[in-house]
């Protein structure tokens, strides 16, 4: 496709997100755009949080993850639904009982003012970045597929993928994002099923054929059960993957602010436990499409595109669907495909970030109601300016697999938002709340420091996504030291 025909398509798409947004933000009221009036079907969250789960990390990494990974992603995979079942089990009930608009402000009637700031600032820091995380991916295809064949630079793509997002969400917030995330996830998973189709069509297989070949046996090994040592072993994996969710959906606002905007807590069950049943199939057919590519690339000796010099398989995905003459077809369906997984994160993700400033950090409801829409609007400004200096600061530091460094940092940020919720639930203790950000700071620290000890230290030993609940135990164990005293 030329970049032309790839521009056209992208305006294309975001005028059908206009329409949408002007049709369900008339009104614009805190309200609507903190928590959608909390009038938000069920099946249309549950169905829209398939996209903002998957992501373009998804859309594009995992497929270009298989060629070293293989299968193995789908432990964690299996980890986070139970994680779901936990969200929908444990904390959905306890969001809705104390009526929340920030989930954080269960910290504050739990333990105190300190607790809720500091749960509001690992969430903050954590949404940033994988934000950022994601919508670097995307900026980076379209870089390498349009823009700059137009003599843009990334920096700009970066401004002008921000604008567009900001331009659709500023006004109705998470109303109008529950159903732009349903047409954009209706868009991902066509876009998947159509690559599939054509990459066996032109390969002259059926899909029976490809389950069944020596090709796709090379890189569908899923279980890692011989190495305790390995990063990919089962058990640390599965666990990470567990973990991983209870925190990046069930602590995070971002997610959680979907449910919140269901219309009652039945409902919210609802929505998380199909949504996760569902989740799991389309992943595991995205590392199918993974497989795919890899074979389809060998046969037609296609070769890694580079970055900066470098093999970067995260665009072997967008080099097929665009470059490799299987049809404008496959090309526009990729880039609706991309541009929704992207999008349909990225909004809501500017939407919880603007949310939990304002709430978390700005006390909006302790001002005038006029002041409270317009500083809403400010910071949703501000939120994007932000964005987009993270993301442009990544193409300079990263240098893994997208989704892997994602993952990664997770148990950084949000290792200490497990502690935290894991002590005010698990445990009916109170404690000396001046002192729980030092107590998360410390956690972090050391946890920073085994996350890059060399594995010769350890006796061999990688470290993995086992660091998360790791984080979250030390935090908790540092809580548990300065609890308050029973008489």
Same mark, same amino acid.
């Given at each position: 496709?030329?970049?032309?025909?790839?521009?056209?398509?992208?305006?294309?798409?975001?005028?059908?997100?206009?329409?949408?947004?002007?049709?369900?933000?008339?009104?614009?009221?805190?309200?609507?755009?903190?928590?959608?009036?909390?009038?938000?079907?069920?099946?249309?969250?549950?169905?829209?949080?398939?996209?903002?789960?998957?992501?373009?990390?998804?859309?594009?990494?995992?497929?270009?993850?298989?060629? *070293?990974?293989?299968?193995?992603?789908?432990?964690? #995979? $299996? =980890?986070?639904?139970?994680?779901?079942?936990? +969200? !929908? &089990? @444990? /904390?959905?009930?306890?969001?809705?009982?104390?009526?929340?608009?920030?989930?954080?402000?269960?910290?504050?009637?739990?333990?105190?003012?300190?607790?809720?700031?500091? *749960?509001?600032?690992?969430?903050?820091?954590?949404? #940033? $970045? =994988?934000?950022?995380?994601?919508?670097?991916? +995307? !900026? &980076? @295809? /379209?870089?390498?597929?349009?823009?700059?064949?137009?003599?843009?630079?990334?920096?700009?793509?970066?401004?002008?993928?921000?604008?567009?997002?900001?331009?659709?969400?500023?006004?109705?917030?998470?109303?109008?994002?529950?159903?732009?995330?349903?047409?954009?996830?209706?868009?991902?998973? !066509?876009? @998947?099923?159509?690559?599939?189709?054509?990459?066996?069509?032109?390969?002259?297989?059926?899909?029976?054929?490809?389950?069944?070949?020596?090709?796709?046996?090379?890189?569908?090994?899923?279980?890692?059960?011989?190495?305790?040592?390995?990063?990919?072993?089962?058990?640390?994996?599965?666990?990470?993957?567990?973990?991983?969710?209870?925190?990046?959906?069930?602590?995070?606002?971002?997610?959680?602010?979907?449910?919140?905007?269901?219309?009652?807590?039945?409902?919210?069950?609802?929505?998380?436990?199909?949504?996760?049943?569902?989740?799991?199939?389309?992943?595991?057919?995205?590392?199918?499409?993974?497989?795919?590519?890899?074979?389809?690339?060998?046969?037609?000796?296609?070769?890694?595109?580079?970055?900066?010099?470098?093999?970067?398989?995260?665009?072997?995905?967008?080099?097929?669907?665009?470059?490799?003459?299987?049809?404008?077809?496959?090309?526009?369906?990729?880039?609706?495909?991309?541009?929704?997984?992207?999008?349909?994160?990225?909004?809501?993700?500017?939407?919880?970030?603007?949310?939990?400033?304002?709430?978390?950090?700005?006390?909006?409801?302790?001002?005038?109601?006029?002041?409270?829409?317009?500083?809403?609007?400010?910071?949703?400004?501000?939120?994007?300016?932000?964005?987009?200096?993270?993301?442009?600061?990544?193409?300079?530091?990263?240098?893994?697999?997208?989704?892997?460094?994602?993952?990664?940092?997770?148990?950084?940020?949000?290792?200490?938002?497990?502690?935290?919720?894991?002590?005010?639930?698990?445990?009916?203790?109170?404690?000396?709340?001046?002192?729980?950000?030092?107590?998360?700071?410390?956690?972090?620290?050391?946890?920073?420091?085994?996350?890059?000890?060399?594995?010769?230290?350890?006796?061999?030993?990688?470290?993995?996504?086992?660091?998360?609940?790791?984080?979250?135990?030390?935090?908790?164990?540092?809580?548990?030291?300065?609890?308050?005293?029973?008489?």
């Amino acid at each position: 496709m030329t970049p032309v025909a790839i521009l056209l398509t992208i305006v294309g798409y975001f005028a059908v997100l206009m329409l949408i947004s002007w049709r369900t933000s008339r009104d614009d009221s805190n309200e609507v755009f903190f928590v959608g009036a909390k009038s938000s079907p069920w099946y249309i969250v549950a169905f829209g949080m398939i996209g903002a789960s998957l992501s373009g990390v998804t859309f594009i990494s995992v497929p270009g993850w298989i060629g *070293g990974s293989q299968f193995t992603y789908f432990q964690v #995979v $299996l =980890g986070y639904l139970v994680g779901y079942w936990v +969200v !929908a &089990l @444990v /904390l959905l009930p306890i969001y809705y009982r104390y009526n929340v608009t920030s989930i954080y402000q269960y910290l504050e009637s739990r333990f105190g003012w300190v607790s809720y700031k500091t *749960g509001a600032f690992y969430f903050f820091i954590s949404r #940033v $970045l =994988g934000a950022a995380f994601r919508l670097f991916l +995307v !900026a &980076l @295809v /379209l870089q390498q597929f349009v823009f700059g064949a137009l003599g843009v630079s990334f920096e700009w793509t970066v401004v002008l993928s921000i604008l567009l997002i900001w331009v659709y969400t500023y006004r109705g917030g998470i109303k109008t994002i529950v159903w732009t995330d349903t047409l954009q996830t209706g868009f991902m998973i !066509a876009a @998947v099923a159509l690559a599939i189709y054509l990459i066996l069509q032109q390969m002259n297989l059926s899909l029976g054929d490809f389950l069944n070949s020596e090709g796709f046996a090379k890189y569908s090994q899923i279980l890692v059960l011989d190495d305790w040592q390995s990063k990919s072993f089962f058990w640390k994996s599965f666990i990470g993957g567990a973990f991983i969710t209870i925190c990046m959906t069930g602590l995070d606002q971002d997610m959680m602010q979907k449910n919140l905007s269901c219309r009652n807590l039945k409902d919210a069950k609802k929505n998380m436990l199909s949504f996760s049943v569902v989740l799991t199939a389309v992943t595991f057919v995205f590392m199918v499409l993974g497989a795919l590519l890899f074979m389809y690339a060998t046969e037609n000796q296609i070769e890694i595109p580079l970055m900066d010099g470098k093999p970067k398989t995260d665009l072997l995905f967008p080099e097929i669907a665009l470059n490799s003459g299987l049809g404008p077809g496959l090309g526009i369906v990729f880039l609706l495909g991309l541009i929704a997984a992207a999008y349909s994160s990225a909004d809501s993700a500017l939407t919880a970030l603007t949310t939990s400033f304002c709430v978390d950090f700005l006390n909006l409801k302790s001002l005038p109601e006029p002041r409270q829409k317009s500083l809403r609007k400010q910071v949703h400004v501000g939120m994007s300016v932000l964005l987009i200096l993270v993301i442009i600061a990544y193409k300079y530091i990263l240098s893994s697999n997208v989704i892997d460094s994602l993952l990664t940092v997770a148990g950084y940020t949000y290792g200490p938002l497990l502690g935290l919720f894991a002590f005010g639930i698990l445990t009916k203790h109170q404690i000396k709340d001046r002192y729980v950000f030092w107590v998360t700071l410390v956690s972090v620290v050391i946890i920073t420091f085994l996350g890059q000890l060399d594995p010769k230290y350890l006796g061999g030993y990688i470290v993995g996504y086992e660091l998360l609940p790791l984080n979250g135990l030390m935090t908790f164990i540092g809580l548990w030291l300065i609890r308050k005293k029973v008489d």
